[in-house]
Nanobody, 127 residues
Framework: QVQLVESGGGSVQAGGSLRLSCAASGDTYSDYCMGWFRQAPGKEREGVAIIYTGGATRYYADSVKGRFTISQDNAKNTLWLQMNSLNPEDTAMYYC????????????????????WGQGTQVTVSS
């Protein structure tokens, strides 16, 4: 099992940056598909970025490509999401998630496959 705790959310103005962190504990020895998802009020949860901890390939939603970067530390205990050039459409609750499988781009649309979730961290971008 894996426990996930997000931090780093907050309020910024459009054009600003935030860095989200996800601290993982428990079974961090195994490789997981890990990702960031977000959900705005009245909208469905959407995948933002995912990475397989056993590889180097990252996948991003089209809406964040070139602005957001997902990364992990070598010990696989921390997952980050660097968010630059934020705009009001990025306002949402951001969740860290993990699943015990090798993932590719399509898992951006398969949040239901992820077994472990953090409690979320709020990101608010004002214009």
């Amino acid at each position: 099992q894996v426990q996930l705790v997000e931090s780093g959310g907050g309020s910024v103005q459009a054009g600003g940056s935030l860095r989200l962190s996800c601290a993982a504990s428990g079974d961090t020895y195994s490789d997981y598909c890990m990702g960031w998802f977000r959900q705005a009020p009245g909208k469905e949860r959407e995948g933002v970025a995912i990475i397989y901890t056993g590889g180097a390939t990252r996948y991003y939603a089209d809406s964040v490509k070139g602005r957001f970067t997902i990364s992990q530390d070598n010990a696989k205990n921390t997952l980050w999401l660097q968010m630059n050039s934020l705009n009001p459409e990025d306002t949402a609750m951001y969740y860290c998630a993990a699943g015990p499988f090798v993932c590719g781009a399509r898992w951006l649309r398969r949040s239901y496959d992820f077994d472990y979730w953090g409690q979320g961290t709020q990101v608010t971008v004002s214009s």
